[in-house]
Structures are given as C-alpha cells and as structure tokens.
C-alpha cells in the first residue's frame, strides 16, 4: 500500500484537552489504515497554562514529527500552512449566565433596532410623507395612524424576516443569513490577524 499521507488542517480548532492529537486539528487520508491511525494518534502538542488561550502552529512543525515517527511516509498537505489551536479548559456550562447574557443582547437589539428606525424616519420625515399620500388620495387630513402606516408597519417587519433570512428556528431557505455571513468574516479576519500577528513577531516586526 501507498505511504502517502493527505493532511488537510482546519485553519482554527478549539480543543478542551491538554493533550492535543492530529486527529484533533486535522483530517486526514491514507491508503494504509494502519498508517492513517498511527498519525491520527500522534500528539502534536501539549499546553502548559490552565488558561483560555490560542497558539497559532505551522504545518512544517506537524510534518516534522510525521517525518520522526516514520521518516518513509511521504505528506501531501491539502489544508492550512498556519492554522490555531483555540484552548478552552472545561468547566461545567453556566446556564444562568448565558440566558442573562442572550436576554441582554435581546433587549440591546431590540432597543437599538427600534432607535435606528425611528430616526431614518424622522430624518426622512416618513409622517410627514404619509400624512400627504394620504390627503391626496383620501381627500381627508390624516391623524398619524392609518392603513398606510399599518401596512408600512406590517412591510418592514415582514422585510426584516426576508433579509436576514430567519425567524425563531426556522429559514426561509438554505442560503446562510447576513449575520452569519458576517460572523464568518469576523471569525475569519480575527484568524488571519492571529496569524499575522504571530509571524511578525517571530521576524521582530510588530505593529505593536
């Protein structure tokens, strides 16, 4: 059998156990199952501090200790060259501390969402545009609450769903919504910044 080892490392883990395996951070393919388990076994790490902490890690480094457990296997990666190792020590889940913390976002959304709504209308005197529509068409004088500001109303939340593409557990369809998309970017930038970071001061070049 073939001693050619695909590796493909995730470009972040998060991992609760000190000792940390390949078959943690990576997947990983062989032809030979017995070869496969061996490096799935490997350790490639092992973390000192009891703490919340991320160690960005370089592919070369795996490849060195595949290379020292048996230097006849040959390694193709197809995944990340830097990737991070995001340690987190277990402890028992806080259920009261993350209903406050979700029951805080909610109302910090909620409020806030309803503030920036209310001044794009104000700004744009949204009232004042109703009130005329509906002179015009009526013939009548508005008293600021009438099926233009209730269909207006019933419109936005209704436009508010279809963006952000999700409501309670459901999704209207399979794409992912705006907030995961932007998450994702976040999540990858703060990635790529570690990375970075990490590689400039290793050449004694930091922004800091």
């Given at each position: ?6 590796l ?51 592919v ?12 006849t ?28 913390k ?47 500001e ?16 999700h ?41 800091t």
């Amino acid at each position: 059998m073939s001693k050619t080892v695909y590796l493909n490392l995730a470009q972040t883990t998060e991992v609760h156990e000190k000792d940390v395996f390949l078959k943690d951070v990576a997947k990983l393919y062989c032809d030979d199952q017995a070869i496969a388990n061996r490096c799935n076994a490997l350790k490639i790490k092992t973390i000192r501090l009891d703490r919340k902490k991320r160690y960005v890690e370089s592919v070369l480094d795996v490849i060195k200790k595949i290379q020292e457990m048996d230097s006849t296997i040959q390694i193709n990666n197809v995944g990340e060259v830097d990737f991070i190792i995001d340690y987190q020590p277990p402890k028992p889940p806080n259920y009261a501390y993350q209903w406050a913390k979700t029951i805080f976002v909610c109302i910090v959304c909620f409020f806030g969402a309803a503030f920036a709504i209310m001044t794009f209308n104000n700004d744009v005197n949204v009232g004042d545009v109703f009130k005329e529509v509906y002179r015009l068409i009526m013939g009548t004088e508005s008293d600021g609450f009438t099926i233009i500001e209730l269909t207006y109303s019933i419109g936005l939340a209704l436009g508010i769903i279809a963006f952000f593409n999700h409501f309670s557990r459901f999704k209207i369809n399979t794409d992912p919504t705006p907030l995961e998309v932007e998450m994702r970017l976040y999540e990858d930038n703060i990635n790529k910044t570690l990375i970075q970071n990490d590689g400039r001061k290793e050449s004694g070049i930091d922004v800091t």
